[in-house]
C-alpha cells in the first residue's frame, strides 16, 4: 500500500519506520523506571500483578508493593520537593492520603518503638503536610483518601493499604515486622 505514495510519504512513511524500529534501543523507559521485585520484604496486598501496556517501552507509575515510589512534585510550605527525596539516608517514609492521620500516628509510634528512621506524613491536594498542588501524587497513588504506603529506603514501596482498616497500628505492626524480618 505504501508503495503507492507520493515519494515524500515513501520517505516520511520509511523514515517513521526505521524510528520506530529503533524504540526498543531508545526509549525503554520500563526497562529502566519500571522494575519490580518480590522478596520477604514485600508485604503483598492482593491486587492482581500489573501487567504493562509494553513491557519495554511504557512506565506506567504504581504504587503496588514491590514497585519503585513513583514521581510526584509536592510542596511544603511554598517550596516545591520531589516526593522521592523524603526517602534518604536510609529512611522509610509512609505516605497516607488526606484522611490517613491514623496510619500516620501508628507508623511514628512504631518507628520510636523499633528505633528506625521513619518519616510519616499525609500528602493531599488541600490538607496535608505536603500539598498535591499539581494531582502529580494524586493520580498516581492508588489509595484512597484514608489508604497509606510505606516506601522502604531504597524507594520500593514495602506496604500499601487502599483505605482505613480498624487497626492500623497492628497492621502497621505486622507489615515492619515482615519487612524488617522482625519475630
Avoid at 43 to 68: A, C, F, M, N
Avoid at 128 to 145: F, L, M, N, P, S
Wanted: hydrophobic share 40%; with cysteine.
Amino acid at each position: 500500500m505504501w508503495q503507492n505514495l507520493p515519494n515524500s510519504a515513501q520517505k516520511r512513511h520509511a523514515l517513521n519506520s526505521a524510528i520506530v524500529s529503533q524504540t526498543m534501543e531508545f526509549r525503554h523507559h520500563n526497562v529502566e523506571f519500571g522494575y519490580t521485585h518480590a522478596s520477604a520484604a514485600i508485604v503483598e496486598d492482593d491486587t492482581p500483578p500489573h501487567v504493562p501496556l509494553d513491557r519495554v517501552r511504557i512506565y506506567e507509575p504504581s504504587t503496588r508493593p514491590g514497585h519503585p515510589l513513583p514521581h510526584a512534585w509536592v510542596e511544603r510550605q511554598g517550596a516545591r520537593i520531589a516526593l522521592n527525596t523524603l526517602v534518604h539516608g536510609g529512611k522509610f517514609v509512609l505516605i497516607a492520603g488526606e484522611d490517613g492521620q491514623p496510619w500516620v500516628d501508628a507508623a511514628r509510634e512504631l518507628a520510636e518503638r523499633f528505633g528506625i528512621d521513619l518519616v510519616a506524613i499525609r500528602v493531599a491536594i488541600l490538607e496535608g503536610d505536603y500539598v498535591d498542588a499539581r494531582c502529580a501524587w494524586t493520580k498516581q497513588r492508588e489509595i484512597g483518601r484514608q489508604g497509606a504506603v510505606l516506601v522502604r529506603p531504597d524507594r520500593y514501596i514495602g506496604f500499601r493499604s487502599m483505605g482505613a482498616v480498624r487497626r492500623p497500628k497492628d497492621v502497621m505492626n505486622r507489615a515492619l515486622r515482615q519487612i524488617l524480618h522482625i519475630r
